[in-house]
């Protein structure tokens, strides 16, 4: 009986030693909170909670970045938890909110071996469409939202690992990314002319295309889609063809690309027209120098190389 007693005794003390360590956090971030000398740039955000900023940069916006929502959301939580005796669930939200005082970035919560089977694909899902929407949607009206969609995400993961059932996490993340704003499109368009009756670029393609890959080096979550229209003959289906694979081998994904070919055209004269529609947030961003990547030219098979 002395036994179960002083183990209750120092069971109790504990929890309450780390109630004490994160009520005195949660006080401190409170009474320090400036959200605009935050950092919002979420494009390089880690698949694991409390990754470095590292070279991140800093976007230069208006109002409440989106790590001054997230930190509020997370000691919310935290706040939350506390009142309903979850004190290591506090705790954990105490320190997403601390780390983000710090100049840290908090990515979502990773999916531990504790969440059941037949709940890991729905949240394994959940977790992609919430950080492509971190990088894409990054826009002022959509930062609350999104910050909410990741506290609650956060909370789901923590109630599936323990199997509760009666928590509105789940049903609180579909209602903030339901809530989100589609980013702005923006459509480019691009000709590409090619040699006389052959299927190679000329000089003036080359550079057309070379700007389109400098233009979304590194920026595929910026492309919506590439439509490359052209002619039914069979010399402008092979163009069509031969300046997909160009654009794939040059890193542009295969399921951003679009083929649409016009009926009834003249053999070789309808050139190819390349339209790409790209998300614009409203985000300010610095631009970083970029060495145009080498073109490489992709032939059929069957045709002889030219150059």
Wanted: hydrophobic share 40%.
């Amino acid at each position: 009986m002395k036994k179960r007693s002083l183990l209750l005794t120092v069971i109790a003390l504990t929890g309450l030693s780390a109630c004490d360590h994160y009520s005195d956090k949660i006080a401190a971030l409170d009474n320090d909170y400036t959200p605009a000398t935050y950092s919002s740039d979420v494009s390089q955000i880690a698949p694991a909670a409390g990754a470095s900023m590292g070279a991140a940069t800093d976007a230069v916006i208006s109002g409440i970045p989106f790590s001054g929502h997230l930190k509020r959301e997370y000691i919310e939580q935290a706040r939350y938890e506390e009142s309903v005796s979850d004190y290591k669930a506090a705790k954990h939200y105490t320190e997403c909110a601390y780390m983000l005082s710090e100049g840290q970035l908090v990515a979502p919560a990773s999916i531990g071996a504790a969440v059941p089977t037949e709940e890991r694909a729905a949240l394994e899902e959940a977790r992609a469409t919430l950080i492509e929407a971190l990088t894409t949607k990054n826009m002022p009206q959509n930062r609350e939202m999104l910050a909410k969609a990741q506290v609650s995400f956060d909370c789901w993961v923590d109630q599936a690992a323990e199997a509760k059932t009666q928590s509105p996490c789940h049903e609180n993340f579909v209602t903030a990314m339901t809530a989100l704003a589609e980013p702005n499109i923006a459509e480019q368009r691009y000709v590409v002319l090619f040699e006389e009756n052959k299927i190679s670029l000329n000089a003036g393609d080359r550079e057309t295309i070379g700007g389109i890959l400098r233009n979304y080096a590194d920026k595929e979550n910026v492309i919506q889609s590439i439509q490359l229209v052209g002619g039914s003959d069979a010399l402008s289906v092979n163009r069509l063809s031969v300046l997909k694979s160009i654009l794939q081998y040059n890193g542009i994904p295969a399921a951003k690309i679009s083929q649409n070919v016009k009926a009834d055209t003249s053999v070789g004269l309808t050139p190819i027209e390349i339209v790409v529609k790209e998300r614009v947030p409203e985000i300010s961003q610095e631009k970083e120098a970029f060495v145009a990547p080498e073109i490489i030219q992709t032939q059929d098979p069957d045709t002889p190389k030219e150059f």
